[in-house]
């Protein structure tokens, strides 16, 4: 097709004639629309979808392209330290300090290059193992016009062009703009385009949701799912379109794609699709970071107005005490904090294929302490097989399987799912029922982890005026709408209860004759059925379940188990893996409790079965309200609200789209060993940035408050302002090395979780003791500079030397022996660094440039006295304040 022929993309719904004298368009019908963009059912050629790929570029929005050089940077400037810093150099730029303005607008603009590099680096690090799980759709395309059949195919979503038809199955992300040619049971998740949490329907213009005919017939409360979208929803409610940034929830569809990349709906609404609430680390770093702010703010104006109440000094402090707000910044948190997790993302992805989408959830994992797992595919192999079919009285009865199998073949053919289910692909195995004498199918209803069911309509040849409904699914939810009486059914639920005791799972069969009908068969149809049986089947466990989940418990992670499936099944499976299931709690017991109960008794089980998504969803919440930092790992469409409800979602790179899009990190493969080793660099990750951030915060208070004290006791400023921000330089330089550090294996065992209050108390009780040694200094520093020709000069080297002395020994001691050990290692270097520059940076060439006089030789006797106390003190406090910790981690974790 020559491509000024090519079509324009229609505005998806609004795309239409306009009949006249009407105020809305009325929608084109899936021909005209085909028509519209010049393409047919049968999809486009390759040849013409690489031409149309040319003209409208790729399926991207300008949101997810990777941001440019200058856009890093100056998002680098968002960051709430950063931007402190360059006010305070602002403003002594404004009161002409221009020594002082250029060191601290030089330290902004190291700490952005150094984070911007560390981003860029990771991005790239991993832009090739992400593009491995990015979002595929599944896309009719014949290889030429006269050419073979239109055959399905996994292609890229950047790779959509307009005219491309669609596929949609449960899970799948809606890839792009499209306009619904066929659909069965489709209905969507539209939250991240309409707020609704509600599923909506979605069905072509010439068809009308199940719901509508329902309500006419009187069935709408025969319907699971409540009503469509109403007029309200905005520019988004149009039943037969479906939009980018959508994911299907039940059902399947075909559609022809209307708009791609920046002419989709979202991306003219301007919306970023899935936005997620603040993390574990986000909270931590967030609350810790505005109290330093705080503090930060109020110290310049307490220098000034105590130097103007004692001494009578006026404006010329200011750069002093901008200089004191700027030693307390951790200015170098956001560098460590991307290296260390950009680090440990690249290793993750080389080492052991997990790939990190999110960089902060590396921390979060490292903090989690519970981990929630669904048992399909995570502790079994979810490649099921069946091992027997029994009827009513649990004797073997092949028509069960072969009524089990009619069921899964018709959904399967009607749906046009594009990928069939395990359980439907195990009976299929066993038998196909596709012969001569084998039913004819008319319509399906896909199975829908809600309901738990799955419905065929067939007609049997030599049955005519009547349909067979063929329903398959959940026993209890099968047996609920059979004709049988309460005894009767009690019966068959403990026969079910007995096989899936043996931790087999179990689809009950049951069949139904209703008068054939034109119209489509609703749920509400699947009543009043006849029971026929159970299909057994069996799932074997996952060759690395038990011992991962052993080394998950080693590293006090405290598992849950959230599942679909029968509550037999699935404590049969935790017991042969060595987890004692305990008392299981169900859906019908989760709905009886309400939040408060559910998260104490959260505490204490550990599986919850039958689970509809919301349940899975609420018990992770719950966790959370009960302080528990909580992971799920889940590959269903079923999973993707306890996904977003918890700290860290994970999920093999096998999950459905929606899955992948929501999870935070994508292992290779569903196997519990990945997400053991990613738990360990999540705890190597986070140990290393807590203790940077111990270790600065507490050093840097304990400086600011002595040299505040010392402000005020001395008549003149204890360091002046070049020489305060020349030993922040050489501390920020040291302090990098966190970034680098390994922490010992012992160290992995516990979560490293950063606590706000713990946090502050802990910086200020170590602050405080930093304080005291300085101010002992001070007072050493005083006699033995009182005969010195330059008391001033001497008194500033004295207090340099001392100040990242105290620094040196704050990296070596107060990061714990017990988490790093005594090995040599990055931080060790750097911390001798620090005290050789300490030493001999006041007696070199560059002392006197910064107004530095050589101290008296008795000062570092003096010197080295309070340094040898201060160890020992720093060393009991440490001692004391982990014996404290491990008590109290006891006392909190021991449950669950
Ligand atoms: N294709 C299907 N057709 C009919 N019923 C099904 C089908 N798949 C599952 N079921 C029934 O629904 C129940 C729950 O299945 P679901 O997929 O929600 O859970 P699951 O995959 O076992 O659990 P998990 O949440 O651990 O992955 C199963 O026990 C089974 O009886």
Known sequence: MPESAAPGPLAPGTGGSRAPGRERPEPLTALQVLRELDTGPRGLTDAEAERRLVRYGENAL????????????????????????????????AVAAWGTGSVILLLVAVSCLLRSSGEHRADRATAALRASVATTATVLRRPGPGGPEARPREVPATELVPGDVVRLGPGDLVPADVRLLRSRGLRLHEAALTGESAPVDKYPVDEQPVDERSVDEGLADEHPLGAPDGPGAGP??????????????????????????????????????????????????????????RFMLLTPPLVLMAGAALHGRGLETLPFAVAVAVGLTPEMLPVVVTTVLARGAARLAHEHRVIVRRLPALHDLGAVDVLCLDKTGTLTQDRPAVVRA???????????????????????????????DALDEALLEEAVPDGPDDPDGVAALPFDPVRRLATAVVRRPGRLGTHTLVVKGAAETVLERCALDAAERDRLLALAAREAGTGARLLAVALAERPARLRDHTPADERGLSFLGFVVLRDALAPTAAAALGSLADRGVAVRILTGDHPGTAAHTCRELGLDPGRVLTAEDLDRLDDAELAAAARHTTVFARCAPEHKARVVTALRAAGHVTGFLGDGVNDVPALRAADVGLCPKGAVAVVRDTADLVLAEKDLAAVDHAVA?????????????????????????????AALLLPFLPMLPAQVLVQNLCSDAAQLAFAHDRPAPAALRTPTRLRHRGFLRFITGFGLLNAVADVATFGVLLVATRSSADT???????????????????????????????????????AAALAVTGVLLPLS?????????????????LLAAVLALYAVALRAARSRYDRRCAASAAAVTGTP
Not at 67 to 80: A, F, G, H, V
Not at 687 to 699: P, R
């Open 62 to 93: 300008p949101a997810r392209r990777p941001p440019s050089w200058s856009r890093r940077l100056l998002r680098s400037l968002r960051d709430p330290f950063t931007a402190v810093l360059l006010c305070l150099g602002l403003v002594s730029v």
């Open 236 to 293: 988004f409610a149009q039943p037969h379109t479906c939009f980018l940034g959508s994911s299907v929830a039940y059902g399947s569809a075909t559609a022809v794609v209307v708009a791609t990349g920046a002419r989709t709906r979202l991306a003219a609404a301007h919306a970023a699709p899935g936005g997620r609430r603040d993390s574990a680390f986000d909270q931590a770093v967030h609350g810790i970071s505005w109290t330093l702010i």
């Open 390 to 420: 029994v009827d009513a009285h649990g004797r073997d009865d092949p028509e069960v399987l072969h009524w089990a199998a009619v069921n899964a073949w018709w959904t399967l053919q009607l749906a046009e799912l594009p990928t069939p």
């Open 681 to 709: 660099a999540g705890r190597n990750a986070g140990g290393n940035i807590a203790a940077h951030l111990h270790v600065t915060l507490s050093s840097n208070l304990g400086n600011v408050i002595a040299m505040l004290a």
């Open 792 to 830: 001033q000069g001497a008194f500033h080297a004295g207090w340099f030397t001392e100040n990242l002395l105290t620094q040196a020994l704050v990296m070596l001691l107060l990061r714990g022996a017990r988490r790093y050990g005594t090995a040599p290692g990055p931080v060790r270097y750097a």
């Open 845 to 861: 060439p560059l002392g006197p440039l910064l107004a530095m006089t050589p101290p008296p030789p008795p000062y570092y006797l």
